[in-house]
């Protein structure tokens, strides 16, 4: 009896080492990204005209 458990002992032992040695191995690597925005005061004139707008057209949106 004590042979076949160091047996299964060892069998086990061979067994997770060599599960172990297969794990795989998952990298992740972002390359920066580069953005470039310009927000013109034009832009701004604009939609907060487009807001007068339709707060005119609509009093009780809020």
């Known amino acids: 009896m004590t042979r ?4 299964l002992a060892l ?3 061979v067994a997770g080492l060599g599960v ?8 992740l690597q972002v390359d920066p990204i580069q953005i470039y925005a310009k927000l013109d005061a034009d832009v ?5 005209k ?12 809020f």
């Not at 172990?20 to 990298?27: E, I, N």
């Not at 487009?50 to 949106?61: I, S, T």
């Open 4 to 7: 076949t458990r160091i047996r």
């Open 11 to 13: 069998i086990g032992l």
């Open 20 to 27: 172990s040695a297969c794990t795989p191995t998952v990298r």
């Open 50 to 61: 487009e807001l007068q707008d339709l707060l005119v057209a609509n009093p009780n949106l």
């Open 44 to 48: 701004r004139i604009r939609l907060d």
